[in-house]
């Protein structure tokens, strides 16, 4: 009998999520902000330390906040990652700001902090750390850079909840911090995502900008006797069927990912050893935690990773490379100013994903390991 194919991603329900979509369906409120918004809000601020937390559609629409109330407008420049996925660069490009990309790290695909200060100009108006792989960019770095040129900082934390540096959630350092509940994360609602607000100046605007541009927030607080048209915004809620969800998932969040680390791990025990070969395998600083997002190794040329992808394939393994550096894409390659971003190029070339969720099991990875070795001539 043949086996079953091993996806890279599997979608996961944890226990309640169906059980809450039908009470959120039975209370009558099923559009944005209701009982279950509140919950997953508060289970957020109160397990992560966040200050104060929106939840939106996606993470695309927390960084399209995010830009929004960061004031970004035309001719503004924002510093990130090149090696990152196009709604980080969207949200700005949106407000009308000139992107100054950075390279990566070449023991992270993270950016690499030590170059940003040199592309800061007194147009420079907010840096984006993007925690690749749920792995944080070195925020003192960052943090010293803000303070000195009076930059905020947005973190890019798609992938980051439950990670930490020096003890302090990612997300929760600079101003703000968006995060995805898409379907590929460690916590999901299919798509969904959060805004995270640290800096308590930008409070009130970010609940108009959340409803639509209107001060409705302030009506259902009593803050205000009616509601109107104050300010710029969108729909940026989620619905309460996708907030159901999302919330059966943060009840389950400890065996979630702790079912992700022992995943992670024993891929780690595995397939160390490849580093022998050249090949680069995930780093964790000292100052940074594994939330287990992501298990990657960054072969040694593109031919390598394509033909390891169609080895893979052959063992019923689905493994997947990822982004395509932005600062070279269709779009943008006639605005970069002709830095070379070398190891962003690398990434790009060689980095590979293995599958990683909750519903792979002991046999199912045993098979990926030993599919990755034998690749290598490497006995399991």
Known sequence: MAELPIPFNLPHVSGNELKYIEEAIASKKISGNGAFTQKC?????????FRKVLLT??????????????DIKPGDEVIMPSY????T????????????????????????????EALVTDRTKAIVPVHYAGVASDMDALLSVSEKHGIRIIEDAAQALDSYYKGRSLG???????????ET????????????????????????????????SAF??????????????SSFLPSELTAAFLYG????????????????????????????????MPAIPEYATNNAHMYYMVVRTEQERNDLIDHLKRFGVNAVFHYLGLYKSEYFKDQHDGRALTECDRYTRGLLRLPLHVGLSDSDLDRVCRAVRSFYNLSF
């Open 57 to 70: 559609s996606s993470c695309t629409d927390a960084l399209e906040m995010a830009a929004i109330l960061a």
């Open 185 to 216: 994360k460690n916590i999901i609602s299919g798509e969904g995502g959060c805004l995270v607000v640290s800096d308590s100046k930008l409070d009130d605007r970010s609940e108009i900008i959340w409803e639509k541009g209107t001060n409705r």
């Open 249 to 280: 998932q943060l009840e389950n969040i400890a065996s979630i990912q702790k079912k992700r680390l022992e995943i992670w791990n024993r891929y780690d025990e595995r397939l160390r050893d490849l580093q022998d070969l050249g090949i680069q």
């Open 84 to 87: 990152t996925f196009v709604s």
């Open 220 to 233: 259902w607080k009593g803050e205000v006797d009616k509601y109107g048209w104050v300010d710029i915004g």
């Open 89 to 116: 660069a969207n949200a700005f490009i949106l407000r009308g700001a000139k992107i100054r990309f950075v390279d990566s790290r070449s023991d992270h695909p993270g950016m690499d902090e030590e170059l940003v």
């Open 41 to 49: 809000q508060g289970v957020l601020s109160d397990s992560f330390g």
């Open 172 to 182: 929760s350092i600079g101003d703000m911090g968006a995060f995805s509940f898409h």
